[in-house]
């Protein structure tokens, strides 16, 4: 597996559980950067120049909790750039300029339960594919974006979701949440409202 690697023979890498990064001018992010981290749970990139996040870019990173990518300037995420992250449980990318939320961007991230997203571009239908144990989603859009009839559909325990800046929402877009108690909606562009929001448990809708 990929996912597998030996660490180096020095464990002087691998003793580490929280690295900061912040603000450190990185530019990009080669599949062999993080080689010999295997223990790393918190790693902190926000402030850097990383305008693709590259396929593997984290595949040595196994037991990674928290990942912070905010601010960044990453503009173009690849396919398999969050491969290997299988412990993974919050993840922000606020701050970016993301052209497109591709289809299964998210998918091999099957613990994830925060996820935070700004973009400038649009967003595939099946970007949230496979986040089943996501709690709490936030999107914001700098330019106008839409959302597709079945998006949300695989996020069957989100409880929290905040969306920004939405100009068209097909009607089945919120289909699946059924266990969504709180949903945040601004700065919404939409000439009718024709979606359809059945949550059984919402309990807060502003």
């Not at 990929?2 to 180096?8: A, D, E, I, M, V």
């Not at 590259?54 to 173009?76: H, M």
């Not at 905040?162 to 562009?189: D, P, Q, R, V």
Request: hydrophobic letters at 45%; proline letters at 1%.
């Amino acid at each position: 597996s990929l996912c597998n690697h030996k660490s180096p023979s020095s464990d002087s890498l691998s003793v580490i559980r929280d690295l900061k990064l912040s603000f450190s001018n990185v530019e990009q992010i080669e599949a062999d950067f993080f080689f010999g981290y295997a223990n790393l749970a918190y790693l902190y990139l926000d402030g850097n120049k990383i305008r693709t996040l590259k396929n593997f870019s984290f595949q040595y990173l196994s037991n990674l909790l928290e990942l912070d990518l905010s601010q960044s300037g990453i503009a173009i995420i690849e396919s398999n750039a969050f491969f290997c992250l299988d412990q993974l449980e919050s993840l922000r990318l606020q701050k970016n300029e993301i052209k497109v939320l591709f289809d299964f961007t998210f998918m091999s991230l099957k613990n994830l339960k925060y996820l935070y997203v700004h973009l400038i571009g649009i967003i595939e239908p099946k970007a949230f594919y496979g986040l089943v144990n996501l709690s709490d989603l936030s999107i914001y859009a700098k330019i106008k974006s839409s959302l597709s009839s079945f998006s949300f559909k695989d996020l069957k325990n989100l409880k929290g979701l905040h969306i920004s800046n939405i100009e068209s929402i097909e009607s089945n877009a919120f289909f699946g949440l059924e266990s969504l108690k709180h949903f945040t909606i601004e700065n919404l562009y939409l000439d009718f409202i024709s979606f359809k929001l059945i949550c059984s448990n919402l309990t807060m809708l502003s």
